[in-house]
């Protein structure tokens, strides 16, 4: 696989004869997701050939594909330096289709109820890596799917924290969201983190409208950061007041990830603790936790909804997430491929 020259490049070199080729090849991509040059109908045959030599759409290969029975769409991808990634493609039940990416093969942040933290950190990836996991899912949308409309959400809630690869992930969105590629809202793109709040802070400059997540799973600072080791890093208090000040300067309500954990983080106390994060400036999303092992156990339903419903009495904006891929292992925290290689 070539990672020298990037097809969205491909305007800086003369290797295109026209200057019209340019807008025809972004057009096919981000328009018709078109994923190989020799697709590309509309332009000569020598030169397609002679693009697939110098160039490539995505810099990556689908390895293996797994269809949940809820329609959810797990991929492997392979990377040109043989480590390998998943993102997933999702529909809920209004239809609406996101794209889950991921920043980085594994993650160093070590949160204890996460696959993938396990791994530990192998790589970041480049923003070329993350954007052709996009346009490799949008081609599998347009044209395997039969979802026409065009329309997407995209997560960067797969593998990795992708505030730990700040550069790349701010050079990613930029090019999603330009006009002559996907011309995506920001609105529509989702950083999922697990509280570097200083780069949480810089992110929401670049990007006020772009939607931050926090996976914050506890709001006693040693109960967290027993679970969260970057929680010994940026404590609860300072979390708090960070996005207390982004959501003043931006109104760009956050949302707050808790995993739930039985026995952990769901009793009277916890209720408690989240009250400084009773707030207009937040969204509490419930995730029952993916998997249970020694350390950590999903909880019982009726203890999900007794939580639930105990937060909404105090007037949190509370809302569950359902398990989606759960039969593929492509839900939250479940995307690891150490074991693939
Ligand atoms: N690193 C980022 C994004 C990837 S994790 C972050 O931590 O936010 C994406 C989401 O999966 C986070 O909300 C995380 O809290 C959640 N998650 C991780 N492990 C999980 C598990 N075992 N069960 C349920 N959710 C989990
Ligand atoms: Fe990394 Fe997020 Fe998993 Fe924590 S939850 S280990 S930050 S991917």
Do not use: W
Not at 261 to 284: R, T, V
């Amino acid at each position: 696989m070539k990672d020298h020259l990037y097809f969205i490049d491909l305007n800086k070199t003369d290797i295109l004869d026209k200057t019209y080729r340019y807008k025809q090849i972004l057009e096919s991509v981000f328009v018709n997701g078109k994923i190989d040059f020799k697709d590309i109908s509309n332009i000569p045959r020598d030169l397609r050939e002679r693009l697939r030599d110098v160039s490539e759409i995505v810099n990556l290969k689908e390895e293996t594909r797994e269809v949940s029975v809820d329609g959810t769409v797990k991929f492997l991808f392979r990377l040109h330096d043989g480590a390998f990634i998943e993102s997933v493609f999702l529909v809920d039940i209004n239809s609406n289709v996101t794209f889950c990416i991921s920043t980085q093969v594994g993650c160093r942040m070590g949160c204890v109820f996460c696959r993938t933290g396990t791994m530990g950190l192998v790589r970041n990836l480049t923003s070329y890596e993350i954007l052709s996991q996009i346009i490799y899912i949008y081609s599998y949308m347009f044209n395997e799917c039969d979802i026409k409309d065009r329309l997407f959400n995209i997560v960067f809630m797969g593998m990795g924290e992708g505030l730990d690869n700040f550069d790349n992930l701010v050079d990613t969105i930029k090019l999603i969201v330009k006009k002559e590629h996907f011309g995506l809202s920001p609105s529509r793109i989702t950083v999922s983190t697990c509280g570097l709040a200083d780069m949480i802070t810089r992110f929401s400059f670049i990007y006020p409208n772009v939607r931050i997540a926090v996976s914050l799973n506890s709001p006693i600072q040693e109960k967290r950061a027993s679970i969260m080791p970057v929680s010994n890093k940026y404590p609860i208090d300072k979390l708090a007041s960070v996005l207390k000040e982004i959501y003043q300067r931006t109104r760009n309500r956050i949302t707050l990830e808790y995993v739930l954990i039985k026995d952990y983080n769901m009793s009277d106390e916890d209720i408690k603790a989240l009250s400084i994060f009773n707030s207009d400036a937040f969204h509490i999303n419930l995730i029952p936790l993916n998997h249970s092992d020694e350390n950590v156990k999903r909880p019982e339903e009726n203890d999900i909804t007794s939580f639930m419903s105990k937060l909404e009495k105090k007037g949190f904006c509370v809302t569950r997430r359902y398990r989606r891929g759960a039969d593929i292992k492509a839900d939250c925290g479940q995307l690891c491929t150490e074991f693939k290689k």
